[in-house]
């Protein structure tokens, strides 16, 4: 029997990628100890990796696919058949960052102060690209970790990753450049998107997973709308289409449907409600395929 091999991250994206797997119908279990989750998909193995080594294996084919962050893959510089983004991270859905901070009394203001100066950093491959596409040349060491504490007596600058920049303001460091923007991505080896069974496979597991990942911002509004308001109504709602409007048993009053924004909801329900919606109810969504 055929099986697809996905890599899921250990460490801080775990949690969001199980959560975003059973929105989109696969449930994974297996203790935070185990590399072999289980799936209730006999189509399916998982597991679970460090994201740092994920798009290595991918490209190798020992696993058919893996979910990990953009930069990660740009350090190994892997080539990989790229599925889907999903922006999430351990904290927020915005994109992480990979900065350049210095000390806040450094004379480093730009990427060209490097010249000659030491940096430490968990992303050599990353900073290495970054520094010979400015042409300049500074010894590039690993950090193992607790990168914030290595300036100024070890290192003349760090490049970390960040999605708030509060760990580093309470170090004393301040952030010179962004050298990237990384988010989540779902990959497959080209060996596995050349074959059939695996490609369909990977398509379904896309889908869903993008249907999942978009669902996450948005909610369905259902109203009751009188004939005589219902324009009125119609304006303040966005969609992703058109709204679904269809006729009450009760004569001259109508049922309106949409997806929204969930961050608009807050905004356009009491403009609703004064414009003459009545019965509204949100309703959370677990997938949305537009």
């Known amino acids: 029997m055929e099986k697809l091999i996905i890599g899921l991250p250990k460490g801080s994206l775990q949690e969001a990628t199980y959560t975003l797997f059973k929105k989109?119908?696969?449930?994974?279990?297996?203790?935070?100890?185990?590399?072999?989750?289980?799936?209730?998909?006999?189509?399916?193995?998982m597991r679970l990796l460090r994201p740092q080594e994920m798009s290595r294996y991918v490209e190798?084919?020992?696993?058919?696919?893996?979910?990990?962050?953009?930069?990660w893959i740009e350090a190994n510089g892997s080539d990989i058949v790229d599925l889907c983004s999903l922006?999430?991270?351990?904290?927020?859905?915005?994109?992480v960052r990979w900065v350049l901070a210095?000390?806040?009394?450094?004379?480093?203001q730009s990427v060209k102060d490097l010249q000659g100066k030491r940096i430490a950093t968990e992303g050599v491959g990353?900073?290495?690209r970054w520094l010979e596409r400015n042409n300049v040349q500074a010894e590039v060491e690993f950090s193992w970790g607790a990168t914030e504490v290595k300036v100024p007596?070890?290192?003349?600058?760090?490049?970390d990753v960040t999605e708030t920049g509060s760990s580093l303001r309470a170090n004393n460091l301040r952030i010179v450049d962004t050298i990237m923007e990384s988010y989540t991505k779902f990959f497959c080896s080209k060996e596995a998107w050349n074959d059939p069974w695996k490609?369909?496979?990977?398509?379904?597991?896309?889908?869903?997973?993008?249907?999942?990942?978009?669902?996450?911002?948005?909610?369905?509004l259902k109203l009751n709308v009188a004939a005589e308001c219902l324009d009125a109504v119609r304006e303040l709602l966005p969609a992703l289409h058109a709204p679904t409007v269809n006729p009450l048993t009760d004569e001259g009053w109508f049922a309106v449907e949409t997806v929204v924004n969930e961050s608009t909801v807050r905004e356009i329900?009491?403009?609703l409600k004064e414009a003459g919606a009545e019965g509204i109810i949100e309703i959370g969504l677990n997938k949305v395929v537009a």
């Open 102 to 108: 210095v000390p806040n009394d450094s004379s480093i």
């Open 269 to 271: 329900i009491p403009s």
């Open 153 to 159: 007596e070890f290192v003349d600058a760090i490049v």
């Open 87 to 95: 922006v999430y991270s351990k904290q927020t859905k915005r994109p």
């Open 24 to 45: 989109a119908g696969f449930n994974i279990t297996g203790g935070s100890r185990s590399y072999f989750p289980s799936v209730d998909d006999e189509d399916l193995e």
């Open 60 to 71: 190798q084919g020992m696993l058919d696919a893996g979910v990990a962050g953009l930069d």
């Open 126 to 128: 990353i900073v290495e």
């Open 199 to 220: 490609k369909k496979k990977l398509q379904s597991l896309t889908l869903l997973l993008q249907a999942a990942y978009d669902a996450e911002s948005r909610v369905l």
